[in-house]
């Protein structure tokens, strides 16, 4: 009998674990981008911007990219937590657990600076393995200029290109461009936006 009361319990259990693992996880669609369609969003509650939380890994060969990031979070009183991946034996390695390390943090959005596939858009096993941990965890990733893009197109929730005149007055952004925080704040809590978007720093 008590036995039997302990394998419900457990069964229950192991039920709601499920259930919360995959209310993180959206079927079909990246993490992040579930509401696509601006007039069908459904309105919830989403992530204040003195509680967000930016989780950056950086690009492999210039960390000057990597500081426009951080000054531009800085700027909008954006918190960020930064993964260098520019003088280490693997780049690879650095940004796959640099991911995988983000998920024990409270980050509201893991960005990946300038992903470097080595060419190709087929994920290896570890590159698989560290997007879908990221997943699983139920965090947005943004991949800015990136120089390949996963064909998997559920592992990143946008394409942020950054504006080629962030650096001038602001008169001379494309005026199609987003400012990087409110782009960031868009997919942190899931709202409507565009896969690809032109960003400014």
């Given at each position: 009998?008590r036995?039997?009361?302990?394998?419900?319990?457990l069964?229950?259990?192991v039920?709601?674990?499920?259930?919360?693992?995959?209310?993180?996880t959206?079927?079909?669609?990246?993490?992040?981008?579930?509401?696509?369609?601006?007039?069908?969003?459904?309105?919830?509650?989403?992530?204040?911007?003195?509680?967000?939380?930016?989780?950056?890994?950086?690009?492999k060969?210039?960390?000057?990219?990597?500081?426009?990031?951080?000054?531009?979070?800085?700027?909008?009183?954006?918190?960020?937590?930064?993964?260098?991946?520019?003088?280490?034996?693997?780049?690879?390695?650095?940004?796959?657990?640099?991911?995988?390390?983000?998920?024990?943090?409270?980050?509201?959005?893991v960005?990946?600076?300038?992903?470097?596939?080595?060419?190709g858009t087929?994920?290896?096993?570890?590159?698989?393995?560290?997007?879908?941990?990221?997943?699983q965890?139920?965090i947005?990733?943004?991949?800015?200029?990136?120089?390949?893009?996963?064909?998997?197109?559920?592992?990143?929730?946008?394409?942020?290109?950054?504006?080629?005149?962030?650096?001038?007055?602001?008169?001379?952004?494309?005026?199609?461009?987003?400012?990087l925080d409110?782009?960031?704040?868009?997919?942190?809590?899931?709202?409507?936006?565009?896969?690809?978007?032109?960003?400014?720093?």
């Open positions: 009998m036995r039997s009361l302990i394998m419900r319990w069964t229950v259990f039920l709601c674990m499920l259930a919360i693992t995959s209310a993180c959206p079927q079909g669609s990246a993490v992040g981008r579930t509401q696509s369609d601006a007039s069908a969003a459904i309105h919830h509650d989403g992530i204040d911007r003195s509680d967000m939380l930016v989780g950056l890994i950086g690009e060969s210039d960390d000057a990219a990597d500081v426009n990031i951080l000054k531009s979070c800085q700027t909008s009183q954006l918190k960020a937590v930064y993964v260098s991946t520019s003088d280490v034996a693997s780049y690879a390695q650095a940004a796959q657990q640099g991911m995988i390390d983000l998920t024990a943090r409270p980050v509201s959005v960005v990946v600076n300038h992903l470097d596939l080595q060419g087929a994920l290896t096993q570890d590159w698989r393995d560290a997007f879908e941990q990221v997943r965890a139920g947005p990733v943004v991949l800015i200029d990136p120089i390949d893009v996963p064909q998997d197109d559920t592992l990143y929730a946008a394409v942020f290109i950054t504006d080629d005149q962030s650096d001038g007055d602001a008169t001379d952004h494309d005026s199609d461009s987003t400012a409110d782009a960031l704040m868009l997919v942190a809590n899931d709202n409507p936006h565009d896969v690809r978007m032109t960003v400014r720093l």
